[in-house]
T-cell receptor, first 115, second 111 residues
Framework: DTEVTQTPKHLVMGMTNKKSLKCEQH?????MYWYKQKAKKPPELMFV???????INESVPSRFSPECPNSSLLNLHLHALQPEDSALYLC??????????????FGSGTQLSVL | GQQVMQIPQYQHVQEGEDFTTYCNSS?????IQWYKQRPGGHPVFLIQ?????EVKKQKRLTFQFGEAKKNSSLHITATQTTDVGTYFC???????????FGTGTRLTVIP
């Protein structure tokens, strides 16, 4: 049971589409993350927001655009994706600053397929 | 970036047998975390180890952090079908303040 809620659970989009993934947590956490996970691989960090400011961008292509409207919400805007971007996109949160010693709470993920 | 390797990559065990996965880092880690991801699920935090030589137990699960803080292990005693999933260790990325996941060990338990 997760307290990090992600929508939608599944998404199929074409390469010319624009879509958004949404993530919400009400645990009072101040750090939120986007991870990408390909099948049978570990999660790979994409972005970290700490106190609503982007603190880490792991050289992610500009077709992925994160947004943190407030400390409870995190969005990932998608535009002109490629088929190789198909993956499970996981949102996570942690208590404070997004440091490496903080426990991560993951959402159930959005399974994205790009056609 | 950080390279955290786990072995084995896959493990099939008969229910009731023990299971161990090992996590090895090329650099000293300030802490290490373990996560479990069930098939079709998301990673769930199991434990964090911080001290050199630390050992922590959770029921049938025993976690160890090496003396040099470069390796860790997870041992499951008398596996059950509910233990099925992929176990990831995660540690700080070298030179960065974010968590880096190891390659994972996928456990299958045969009833």
């Amino acid at each position: 049971d997760t307290e990090v809620t992600q929508t939608p659970k599944h998404l199929v989009m074409g390469m010319t589409n624009k879509k958004s993934l949404k993530c919400e947590q009400h645990m009072g956490h101040r750090a939120m993350y986007w991870y990408k996970q390909k099948a049978k691989k570990p999660p790979e960090l994409m972005f970290v927001y700490s106190y609503e400011k982007l603190s880490i961008n792991e050289s992610v292509p500009s077709r992925f655009s994160p947004e943190c409207p407030n400390s409870s919400l995190l969005n990932l805007h998608l535009h002109a994706l490629q088929p190789e971007d198909s993956a499970l996109y996981l949102c996570a949160s942690s208590h404070r600053t997004g440091g490496s010693n903080e426990k991560l709470f993951f959402g159930s993920g959005t399974q994205l397929s790009v056609l | 970036g950080q390279q955290v390797m786990q072995i084995p990559q896959y493990q099939h065990v008969q229910e009731g047998e023990d299971f161990t996965t090992y996590c090895n880092s090329s650099t000293t880690l300030s802490n290490i975390q373990w996560y479990k991801q069930r098939p079709g699920g998301h990673p769930v935090f199991l434990i964090q180890l911080v001290k050199s030589g630390e050992v922590k137990k959770q029921k049938r699960l025993t976690f160890q952090f090496g003396e040099a803080k470069k390796n860790s292990s997870l041992h499951i005693t008398a596996t059950q079908t509910t233990d099925v999933g992929t176990y990831f260790c995660a540690g700080p990325d070298a030179g960065a303040n974010n968590l880096f996941f190891g390659t994972g060990t996928r456990l299958t338990v045969i009833p």
